[in-house]
């Protein structure tokens, strides 16, 4: 079965940087594009980008400015998920997701969901 | 300020039917599917709709999706208390060149 493992959760300060992996099994790890959304404390989601692990193309939301980066590992079926700068606003619980179709914008399956606190 | 507009919270009886509207512009719903989430309480989101009025297997046909214009609406028949969640619509911006969400609907059966 399709499974998306997430990295424990984070607390870092302000101005540090915080990586997150995501590790895919239960179906062919290029086919399908992975997402990472977001989610504040009592807030609604947020898109962060998505990486498309066959060849490595990315996209990103401007909203995060060139903060973010997603990167990914063939050879274990991880992807990763960098944020720098981090602030206080960046406290939130991280997620990745599987497209439901190879290239879409849906999402079928998540993973855990990492928190991440930022605190000085 | 979510750029697709839900409302904060919608409520119905057990058994009854409710929809939740979402609003958006001819840049994301107008010109791209739309999809549904249900979120449950510390939990990751659950798709419900995708492609305006796909199911994915295993969601129950309780659930409908549909889309028109510039707005999307996602309806609930025969609500149970297990129903109580957070909905959020979401789709791809063509404009903003990225996934945009509505901020969330609050689902209470009464």
């Known amino acids: 079965q399709v499974q998306l493992v997430q990295s424990g959760a984070e607390v870092k300060k302000p101005g540090a940087s915080v990586k997150v992996f995501c590790k895919a099994s239960?179906?062919?790890?290029?086919?399908?594009?992975i997402h990472w959304v977001r989610q504040a404390p009592g807030q609604g989601l947020e898109w962060m980008g998505k990486?498309?692990?066959?060849?490595?193309?990315?996209s990103y939301s401007q909203n995060f400015q060139d903060r973010v980066t997603i990167t990914t590992d063939v050879s274990t079926s991880t992807v990763y998920m960098e944020l720098n700068s981090l602030r206080s606003e960046d406290t939130a619980v991280y997620y990745c997701?599987?497209?439901?179709?190879?290239?879409?914008?849906?999402?079928?399956?998540w993973g855990q969901g990492t928190l991440v606190t930022v605190s000085s | 300020q979510s750029v697709l507009t839900q409302p904060p919270s919608v409520s119905a009886a057990p058994g009854q039917k409710v929809t939740i509207s979402c609003s958006g512009s001819?840049?994301?719903?107008?010109?791209?599917?739309v999809f549904w989430y249900q979120q449950l309480p510390g939990t990751a989101p659950k798709l419900l709709i995708y492609d305006n009025n796909l199911r994915p297997s295993g969601i129950p046909d309780r659930f409908s999706g549909s889309k028109s214009g510039t707005s999307a609406t996602l309806g609930v028949t025969g609500l149970q208390t297990g129903d109580e969640a957070d909905y959020y619509c979401g789709t791809w911006d063509s404009s903003l060149s990225l996934v945009v969400f509505g901020g969330g609907t609050k689902l209470t059966v009464l």
């Open positions: 997701a599987r497209a439901k179709s190879p290239r879409g914008t849906s999402c079928v399956y």
């Open positions: 990486i498309n692990p066959s060849g490595g193309y990315t």
């Open positions: 001819i840049s994301n719903i107008g010109n791209n599917y």
């Open positions: 239960g179906y062919s790890f290029t086919n399908y594009y």
